[in-house]
């Protein structure tokens, strides 16, 4: 059974920095992909960035380029979000997701993934 689970979210000043971690479990990490979606108040949950496990390929949606940054540690099943020159528009749930999609982030990120974490706030406060 695949487990996601996430935390590091909280309250940050604008231009300020946040790092979300996902744990992960219960699946073949080499075949997978894991990804940060989020979902503001009234608006439609996006892809976010998403990181292929096998060759560290990336994708990021057009808004965060150049502020996050994906990573992951594999040796403890791990995926993170650095969030630097953060701006309001980035207040938000985050969830991370995981799936099968191998290398294919951008396909990972735009479409929904089976399985999901609880997700965690963050809020930018100007």
């Known amino acids: 059974q695949v487990q996601l689970v996430e935390s590091g979210g909280g309250l940050v000043q604008v231009g300020g920095s946040l790092r979300l971690s996902c744990d992960a479990s219960g699946y073949t990490l080499d075949y997978w992909a894991i990804g940060w979606f989020r979902q503001a108040p009234g608006k439609e949950r996006e892809g976010v960035s998403c990181i292929s496990n096998r060759d560290g390929n990336t994708y990021y949606t057009e808004a965060v380029k150049g502020r996050f940054t994906i990573s992951r540690d594999i040796a403890n099943n791990t995926v993170y979000l650095q969030m630097d020159s953060v701006e309001p528009e980035d207040t938000a749930v985050y969830y991370c997701?995981?799936?099968?999609?191998?290398?294919?982030?951008?396909?990972?990120?735009?479409?929904?993934?089976?399985?999901w974490g609880q997700g965690t706030q963050v809020t930018v406060s100007a």
């Open positions: 997701a995981a799936d099968s999609y191998g290398n294919l982030v951008r396909e990972m990120c735009t479409h929904r993934p089976r399985y």
